[in-house]
C-alpha cells in the first residue's frame, strides 16, 4: 500500500483545513487507517484512527470534538477534518495503513506511511 497524503497549509487559528490520504492497491477497505503528527524535536502523536470496517473511530483527547476523521473506500481515501484550529496543531501529519486495524495508537502497528503533509495554524 501507497500513501499520499494532502491537504496541509497555513490557516490562522479557528479556521478549518480537511487532510486527505489517498491510498493506492485493492485492499485499502482491509486497513485501519491512522492520522499522527510530529513537532521537530518531539516524538511522533497519536491524532485520530478509524477502523477497516469504519465502525470504529477514536481520537486523542487534544482534538477529541474538534477534529473528525472519516474513510470512503470507494475512493480509497481516508480524510481528516480539522475545525477550530489551534497553533498547538501546527506540525506534519501523517497518515498510515494498519492491516486489519481496529484503533490502535501505537504507531508501531502500522506497516505503511504516507510522506507527511505540513499543517501551520498562526495565532
Known amino acids: 500500500v501507497q500513501l499520499q497524503a494532502s491537504g496541509g497549509g497555513l490557516v490562522q487559528a479557528g479556521g478549518s483545513l480537511r487532510l486527505s490520504c489517498a491510498a493506492s492497491g485493492r485492499t485499502f477497505s482491509r486497513y485501519g487507517m491512522g492520522w499522527f503528527r510530529q513537532v521537530p524535536g518531539k516524538e511522533r502523536e497519536f491524532v485520530a484512527v478509524v477502523s477497516w470496517s469504519g465502525g470504529t473511530k477514536d481520537y486523542a483527547d487534544s482534538v477529541k470534538g474538534r477534529f473528525t476523521i472519516s474513510r470512503d473506500n470507494a475512493k480509497n481515501t481516508v480524510y481528516l477534518q480539522m475545525n477550530s484550529l489551534k497553533p498547538e496543531d501546527t506540525a506534519v501529519y501523517y497518515c498510515?495503513?494498519?492491516?486489519?486495524?481496529?484503533?490502535?495508537?501505537?504507531?508501531?502497528?502500522?506497516?505503511?506511511w504516507g510522506q507527511g503533509t505540513q499543517v501551520t495554524v498562526s495565532s
Open positions: 498510515a495503513a494498519d492491516y486489519y486495524g481496529t484503533r490502535a495508537r501505537p504507531d508501531t502497528s502500522y506497516e505503511y
